[in-house]
């Protein structure tokens, strides 16, 4: 099964959109001849997040050490804090999956009322009266 992991540049001394366009199309690329079956770029106002779908831990080693994707990622904009590497989808949340939505939670979780029912006696008497 494959799975997803992400690259997460932050904006520092340049914007990390500009570091996706010269970067970005060499990164895939390279996952390409990884086994990459997916990916996806996100922008946010803090950066960018590209999520690689890989075959496994070994193929994500393997793209990682590429001279390549090594240039590049020596190039991010902050290269002290402003570069995140980690497996699961974007926005180190580190879930393998995309989460699902959860159970509502205080009024959202109030049961609906249980159905009127009338008894028999009542529906003979609302049967006479509507003839």
Known sequence: MAEWFSIEVLDGSS???AWKEAFGDR??????GHG???WQW???????????????EFAWERFRDH???QAALDA???PIAGLLLHRGRGGSSGARQPRRPRPFF???A???PEPFVRDERELVAVRLNAR
């Open 36 to 38: 990459l079956t997916d």
């Open 15 to 17: 914007s990390a959109r």
């Open 42 to 56: 996100h922008e946010f106002r803090w950066g960018v997040v590209l999520e690689l779908e890989l075959p496994d």
């Open 27 to 32: 990164l895939v690329a390279t996952a390409h």
């Open 106 to 108: 205080g009024a959202g």
């Open 110 to 112: 109030v049961s609906l």
């Open 67 to 69: 001279p390549a994707v």
């Open 76 to 78: 991010v904009p902050d």
